[in-house]
């Protein structure tokens, strides 16, 4: 009996320790070589595996970035430059500090600006209705208000108003992954800027019918009109396709669009006041009669250099 | 009789074809049409007409924008007004050639007299030619150009053409109109079909709900004498229409996941294919006139109505015509009650293959409050592909594309019978319909991949 027990022993050891040496040789003879690095990096990441680097998840991103020659193609927008400056630390690249950025919810077809056409009874799924129709408003563009924005957010950033019936972003939480833009059918949300202090404008309107078709559906259709880009003088809005668009890039937030457009399609976030439209008004007018009067002085200026050409 | 009908799946709604006593009437011209310019499956036309341009009726207004893709002619004579961006019936922006119309003038050649003419064309190009120069698509719904499915790829034979006169949908009463007033142009069209295909075996297939169109042609038949074609009732079910459900019900064969009826020997031409063929080739008239149904369920019948009308008539100018939108209309659908689709803009303007203007009520179209999948297996016993609809909702649901693939998502035909039978509401359908788009997305991009990739593979041998 003891016998037995004494064999079962030897025999399981015997063989453990066999399996032991066979996997030690197959381990030795089949290493994969790998970065320390890629460890190192995928430790400081966020770990949220959103996807929002355009790669598959934390790991891969950090595959890419000990790869890639330096880090202009690989930024995760939800550590931002913190996380940026860590990674960078530790594959000793520089990198390209980037103004934090959130999403923004190009519509304003509320339920008091937009009414309904008709009433939706399908599948509760922006994308199942896009694919049915242009929705029950007028406007073909604007949010389906299903929230399959709200279902792709892992952070809880976007949420729907029930009195408007369209998403808000908390920019807090937002960190620009951009899988609410991806999941949007009608594209429209956008990553933009926080903008300094938080501060931004932008068209809340991505509706390309011309302006009585859009404002018939909308109260607060961009109509393009095409007056803010007009009134810009840093050139950052332009109108393409009947609707404005502001270019976060060149805008200097002087609010001057905001206060000219007739419908209300251009929104401030962040700024500490409202726009106080007839103040800017004001201020539009007498740059304009002096740049006339500039205008007239010039002219006089350049006439008598003309006759003196004459002359010559 | 004789049950003859498809073997899987299928489910049996009241048929309510309320309209079938209703002649057919000729509705008068409005004073504007917008033609649009998505006639047809595939490529939008291309106008070729511009504005302030005097076209008559019958006169090419757009030319082909692709290989799949039609002419469409103006169906009235006037002045081009316009050619810019209108709402469909779904509410998006497609354009449409606006022309105002003036009298009623047809370009020369068209033939508008009723005699009928049996002398078919000895030409199988010229007559391919005509049907293509005449704009006809397949009316049954999907509005393929006939002339591409009439032109098999070389190799492929066709054995039997069917004329598909199921009209399963319910309400639906046009093709059964067209069957009892233009029985014989409808036969010949067959005929000339026939023709084109290399004298193929023809059935007529008529489901049995409508007696008096089976008899019909079953007596047209016999006086015009064609001996290669013969007439099938049709145990009535939906969807028999649809075209792998005809093949499987009249020929006994399956089309494969993916294949084409041709396949396996079938072409399958609608009704009012085939009379829009007959008119083509033998009255040299464009497709710009078909029939369509105004009924539904909380229309009294002396209301309903089967009218010709032309392409381009608003469906708001159709609806007043006929009497105005009942007060009960819950919904109004273009095409039938199972696979039609509501109306978001009354101002969309009918196409070459509008079929109804259908009132339904609030009973008739509400959906249920949808509550969880209780396994009961009712979808898949209604699906006539033989999937598993609750199967692939769920793999929607979960984003698992490749089961999705494997579950064979690409062969739904959108017929609807999983929902209607779902005793838990789920919208089955609208989410089965995306994966279908995904799938078919993700096997389109595989090909041209593939493609791509075997032309590289040739140019590097080359070198």
Known sequence: ?312 | MAKITFNIGGVHPDDSKIAKDRPIEVLPLPQTVWVSMAQHLGAPAKPVVAVGDKVLAGQVIAEPGGFISAFVHSPVSGTVKSIAPRKDLAGNNMTHIEIAVEGDEWVEGVDLSDTLVTAIPEDRQAILDKIKACGVVGLGGATFPTHVKLNPAPGSVAECLIINGAECEPFLTSDYRIMLEKTKEIIVGAAIMQKVLGGCRCVIAIEDNKPEAISAMRKALGELGYSNMEVLPLMKKYPQGGEKQLIDAVMHRQVGSGALPISVGAVVQNMATALAVYEAVQKNKPLVTNTLTVTGDCLPVEKQHNYLFRIGMPLSYIAEYAGGVPGDAAKIVSGGPMMGKAIANLDACTVKGSSSLLYLSEAMTKRGEQSACIRCGKCAQACPMGLEPFLLYRLYKAGNTDELEKNAVHDCIECGCCLYSCPANIPLLDYIRQAKGQVLGIIRARAAAAKAAAEAAKTNEKK
């Open chain 1, 1 to 312: 009996m003891s016998s037995t027990i004494i064999w079962t022993i030897v025999i399981i050891a015997g063989l453990g320790l066999l399996l032991a040496v066979i996997l030690f040789l197959v381990a030795r003879q089949f290493r994969v070589e790998e970065d320390p690095r890629i460890d190192e990096v995928e430790k400081v990441m966020p770990g949220a595996n959103c996807g929002g680097c355009g790669f598959a998840g934390c790991r891969a991103f950090a595959e890419a970035a000990v790869k890639a020659p330096n880090l202009d193609n690989n930024y995760c927008p939800v550590g931002g430059n913190e996380v940026m400056q860590k990674v960078a630390a530790i594959l000793g690249y520089e990198v390209k500090e980037k103004a934090p950025q959130a999403a923004v919810v190009r519509c304003n077809g509320s339920c008091a600006n937009r009414p309904k056409t008709n009433v939706y009874d399908g599948a509760a799924s922006c994308r199942v209705k896009a694919a049915l129709y242009s929705g029950d408003t007028g406007c073909p563009f604007g949010c389906l208000g299903c929230g399959d924005c709200v279902n792709a957010c892992q952070f809880g950033a976007i949420v729907m108003n029930p009195e408007t019936g369209l998403p808000v972003v908390d920019e807090s939480k937002c960190t620009a992954c951009g899988a609410c833009a991806k999941a949007c059918p009608k594209g429209i949300i956008e990553i933009r800027p926080k903008g300094p202090r938080g501060m931004k404008l932008y068209v809340s309107c991505v509706n390309r019918d011309k302006g009585p078709v859009a404002k018939k559906a909308c109260a607060a259709a961009c109509i393009g009109c095409g007056l803010c880009a007009k009134t810009c003088t840093h050139g950052a809005v332009t109108v393409i396709d009947n609707v404005a668009y502001i270019d976060p890039a060149k805008c200097k937030l002087c609010r001057e669009c905001e206060a000219v457009c007739p419908t209300g399609a251009i929104h401030s976030v962040g700024f500490p006041k409202p726009v106080d439209k007839e103040a800017v008004k004001k201020r539009i007018a007498d740059r304009k009669a002096k740049a006339a009067e500039a205008a007239k002085a010039a002219e006089a200026a350049a006439q008598p250099v003309k006759k003196e050409e004459n002359n010559g």
